[in-house]
């Protein structure tokens, strides 16, 4: 067995953004680079972890010690946290699932138009679905321009959740694409805890910290 706090825990983390197809060629994407989930990923094996990491497409390389499932789009990544879920008491869903997907992807490559009108219809709330019958510790993230707190409590509680991590993506020097972040971290009971801007290499020690006095 391998050394370290988390020796024994099995997590599932989610990372990166979704692609969903418009057509063979074209899809619509976010700018998740995949940087958070990564960290935290290696974070738990270097702690003692075993991890599993559903991946959407990122240009990452793969942290060492860590199983990688690669997923596009948001309805393969919820088939593939359906099908892992069960195997982990922590999941961390830190990935930037598409809001939105295209009611039906073109055959063909859509040939230009003047104008061009893409009938989006809602993806599944993978964490959301995983709140309703919860397993595991489940920690999810808030990625918000503003109203920051209000918002990340209110999903707290919505999606039935036991912790999320609330970053502000507005400002161009953390979140979103960057080698860094900051976050605070919301609980049911404990008091929030406010991380300033580090690495996301060091946040995702810290956020563990938390995790384990929450577990
Ligand atoms: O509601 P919102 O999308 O802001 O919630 C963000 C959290 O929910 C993140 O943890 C994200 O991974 C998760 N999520 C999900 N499935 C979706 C959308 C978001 O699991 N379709």
């Known amino acids: 067995k391998k050394k370290g706090d988390f020796s024994g825990r099995k997590f599932l983390i989610t990372a990166g953004p979704t692609r969903e197809a418009i057509d063979p060629v074209r899809y619509l994407t976010n700018r998740s680079s995949g ?3 990564y960290a935290l990923a290696a974070a738990a094996v ?4 075993e991890v599993l990491l559903i991946s959407g497409p990122v240009a990452l390389e793969r942290p060492r010690g ?3 499932y690669p997923v596009q789009s948001a309805e393969e990544m919820y088939q593939s946290v359906m ?4 195997k982990a008491d922590i999941i961390i869903m830190c990935a930037a699932v598409a809001d ?3 009611v039906t992807c073109a055959e063909h490559k859509m040939k230009k138009q003047e104008r061009l009108r893409i009938d989006l219809t809602r993806t599944k709330d993978i964490l959301a679905e995983l709140g309703k019958d919860k397993q595991a510790f489940l920690a ?3 990625a918000e321009t503003q109203n920051l707190e209000g918002y990340a409590k ?3 509680s919505r999606k039935n959740l036991d912790m999320i991590i609330a970053n502000d993506v507005s400002g161009p020097e953390t979140g979103f694409d960057s080698e860094y972040n900051a976050v605070s971290i919301y609980t049911e009971k404990g008091a929030a805890v406010h991380l300033e801007k580090d690495t996301k290499r060091n946040l995702a020690d ?3 910290t938390e995790i384990a006095k929450n577990i």
Do not use: Q
């Open 140 to 142: 999810g993230f808030a």
């Open 100 to 102: 939105y997907t295209p």
């Open 206 to 208: 810290r956020i563990l």
């Open 66 to 68: 860590v199983e990688v």
């Open 154 to 156: 209110d999903k707290l």
């Open 83 to 86: 099908s892992l879920k069960d």
């Open 46 to 49: 270097a702690r003692g972890a």
């Open 35 to 37: 940087r958070m989930g």
